[in-house]
């Protein structure tokens, strides 16, 4: 089967899985990156070295009849921002891949708050592409369980091999699964997550701060310690009754750094003053 592939590094295992099954690429749609939480670097070498063309700007209606016309028979999105439109009239098929078990979790990101809610369980789906974000029929998805203390970059991780796995089933079966896609119905939408949930809340107990800390894991939480903002992707921590002002700085050795909760004190191990890409020190 003849495909383009829209996206990033982020699912980019989708990119090379289906053309390990065989499948045929014509072109790569992908985005500006800034190198510090997105790539793109991997699946635009990849590309290059497969000589079809990459495009770097919003796909528009004439990106699409300009597949049809390199006789596309699909269209596959992983880590898109952009909403595509009118792909019916040019294409049999056009498949997104969305890192949440959809119908729960449609928006932009939704890892990080699903690690902030607790959520026992969580997935990857892949859907029919529709008018709207995430709301088209799935033919295919992955659930797996997420474990107590589980962080962002381990439920990355899992995503993505799930989604190389759907990679795998669509490239055996796309014309049947497409037949037995199922309409998602009623299912919640999930916006951005603010600078305030990313930002660690002392006066709650030690499991709240730690959650929000693996909640972000290695795209780092904010922490305020003292007079400084720092960036922080790892501590752990105990619970221990104590008089000390919630989010004071109890203890330092080092670079490890002991800051009361209301219940107990978290050891900040893995910290910068400087946010990523801004020249900060080697100190991971």
Known sequence: MRFAFAGIDFLGDVFDTLIAKGWQPV??????????YDFNDVTVTRAQALHIPVQ??????ADLAGLS????????VAGYPWLIHGWQAHLPYAVNFHPSPLPEGRGPYPLFRAILDAAPEWGMSAHIIDSTFDTGAVIAQRRFP?????????????????????????ADDLPGLWREAKPQGAGSYWPRTTPAQRTVDWSGNVDDVLRTIRAFGSIESFARIGSQLLHVWEASGWRQAHAEKPG?????????????ARDGF?????????????GRPPVR
């Open 56 to 61: 770097m700007s919003r796909m528009q209606p």
């Open 146 to 170: 997420l474990a107590h203390d589980e962080t962002h970059d381990l439920l990355l991780a899992k995503c993505q091999i799930a989604a190389r796995e759907i990679a795998g089933s669509l």
């Open 266 to 278: 978290v050891q900040v191990t893995g910290w910068s003053a400087y946010p990523p890409g801004a």
């Open 248 to 260: 004071t700085l109890v203890h330092k050795h080092r670079r490890h750094l002991i800051v009361a």
């Open 27 to 36: 072109k790569l749609f992908s985005r500006p990156c800034d190198r510090v």
């Open 69 to 76: 016309a390199l006789r596309c028979d699909a269209l596959i």
